[in-house]
């Protein structure tokens, strides 16, 4: 299951396809005017490059999921226990992420600026600044269980991995990826946000640097010796 040629090819274009997304988003990001306030901010959530920004990325978790389940499909073939733990770890990551992306986007990008217009008050506007806000200390929090789940599935499939000539490139994707999100947590949760420029810079260098050489892993990867056996008869 989720151990096919055509399924390991869908998710290497799905890999590609994340890349382009997020590297629309770094277009994105450098193309929306910088703001002064809080109440600058929250008003540019409407805008049409950050909703088809916002739109993209909800649904790129969607096809992570695949991703992710075809990777473990790939594990389970040798450790069945590892690749569910992993996959089971994945689908946290992705739920979650969808959960938080979903609310940015209907409430805090569509809701609250509409509200934020029509606020016949100054407490009004205040009380809605304060929403968005406390969004961005919930999704701050909520980071660390999501960080976490998806570097343990990373390890997972790492060390659940081995048996084909291409499964270093996997390695080295989920490898790379586990030791970013542990730097990042780190630095976030434990000795305070130091390298916030530098994350910034790094985030889609890095991100091509795991998800191309997973395409490439998933295209050419040969097929389960099973399959392969089964083909010949």
């Known amino acids: 299951m989720f151990d096919s040629r055509i399924q390991r090819r869908a998710a290497a ?6 890349v382009a997304i997020q590297s629309f988003q770094w277009v994105v990001f450098a193309q929306l005017p910088e703001t002064s306030d ?4 929250l008003l540019q959530g409407p805008h049409p490059l950050n909703l088809a ?3 993209t990325m909800l649904f790129s978790f969607v096809g992570l999921a695949y991703l992710f389940l075809v990777s473990c499909g790939i594990v389970a073939r040798r450790s069945p226990a590892t690749a569910i733990t992993a ?14 992306r979903a609310i940015e986007l209907f409430h805090v990008f569509l809701s609250l600026p509409q509200q934020y217009l029509a606020a016949t008050s100054a407490t009004q506007q205040a009380q809605l600044l304060h929403d968005a806000a406390q969004f961005q200390a919930i999704q701050h929090a909520l980071y660390f ?19 084909s000539r291409y499964d ?15 730097l990042r947590m780190l630095d976030v949760y434990v000795f305070g946000p130091h390298f916030d420029a530098l994350y910034s810079t790094l985030y889609l260098p890095l991100v091509w640097l795991s998800f191309v050489p ?12 099973h399959a392969v056996t089964a083909t010949a008869q």
């Open 38 to 41: 809080a109440a600058a901010s």
């Open 87 to 100: 996959a089971v770890a994945f689908l946290v990551f992705c739920v979650m992420e969808l959960q938080l």
């Open 168 to 182: 270093w490139l996997a390695r080295w994707a989920f490898g790379l990826n586990a030791v970013r999100l542990l």
């Open 145 to 163: 269980p999501l960080g976490l789940s998806w570097l343990l599935a990373s390890v997972l499939v790492c060390v659940g991995l081995r048996g």
């Open 53 to 55: 920004r916002a739109v």
């Open 214 to 225: 997973l395409a490439i892993w998933l295209w050419r990867r040969e097929p389960a010796p």
């Open 13 to 18: 274009i799905v890999a590609l396809a994340y």
